[in-house]
């Protein structure tokens, strides 16, 4: 299986601050890479697909860069909403594994 | 209207079984695979099992194989997990989520864009 490896595990940021979490795969994925956001008590949310590539509805201050083994998810100036667990996600092969998260705490 | 809806968590006991199933509506259904999640308690995402559009095809995470099956009935749109031989380590919140692709330079790049609100399993003597 494909192990995906995120960090940090857990941030604390400021409002305005601009926050990188990065994912590392065990082999080369391509740009078979994507993030999601989930808040507690809820569904994860698809942040970008395809590494780099938006999803509708998802502000233009969330990107994603990185190819082969390694990702960047980069936030370029934190909002209130935006205090969550990440996680990215291989689709390269099956099992589409996961990285295990990183938790974005206020400061 | 709500995309995907959970439903059939709930306790059961070491070795036990149960079904889960995922409703889905508002979308063409047979032009999806489907895949279920599962969270532990306080613990991170852990994909479990993939569906292709018109069931021919599983995937399973190696914890599972054997003990979960993943089907679906696309006359009425609905994604099952049926669940045996459960454990204590199967305990957890159980997402049916959307996959869908994007076609780039002739690579399919999957991604779970609609997700359920979860139904939670409990195993526990």
């Known amino acids: 299986d494909i192990q995906m490896t995120q960090s940090p595990s857990s941030l604390s940021a400021s409002v305005g601050d601009r926050v990188s979490i990065t994912c590392r795969a065990s082999?080369?994925?391509?740009?078979?890479l994507n993030w999601y956001q989930q808040k507690p008590g809820e569904a994860p949310k698809l942040l970008i697909y395809?590494?780099?590539a938006l999803q509708g509805g998802v502000p233009s201050r969330f990107s994603g860069s990185g190819s082969r083994t390694d990702f960047t998810l980069t936030i370029t100036s934190l909002q209130p909403e935006d205090f969550a667990t990440y996680y990215c996600?291989?689709?390269?092969?099956?099992?589409?594994?996961f990285g295990q998260g990183t938790k974005v705490e206020i400061k | 209207e709500v995309p995907l809806v959970e439903s059939g968590g709930g306790l059961v006991q070491p070795g036990g079984s149960l079904r889960l199933s995922c409703a889905a509506s508002?979308?063409?259904?047979?032009?999806?695979?489907m895949t279920w999640i599962r969270q532990a308690p306080g613990k991170g995402l852990e994909w479990v099992a993939n569906?292709?559009?018109?069931?021919?095809?599983?995937h399973y995470v190696a914890s599972v194989q054997g003990r979960l099956t993943i089907s679906r009935d696309n006359a009425r749109n609905s994604l099952f997990l049926q669940m045996s031989s459960l454990r204590v380590e199967d305990t957890a919140t159980y997402y049916c989520?959307?996959?869908?692709?994007?076609?780039?330079?002739?690579?399919?790049?999957?991604?779970?864009?609609?997700w359920g609100k979860g139904t939670t399993v409990t195993v526990s003597s």
């Open positions: 989520a959307r996959e869908d692709y994007w076609i780039a330079r002739a690579h399919n790049l999957h991604f779970l864009d609609v």
């Open positions: 569906i292709n559009r018109d069931g021919s095809e599983a």
């Open positions: 082999q080369n994925i391509i740009t078979y």
């Open positions: 508002g979308f063409t259904f047979t032009d999806y695979s």
């Open positions: 996600q291989q689709s390269f092969a099956f099992p589409r594994t």
């Open positions: 395809a590494a780099s």
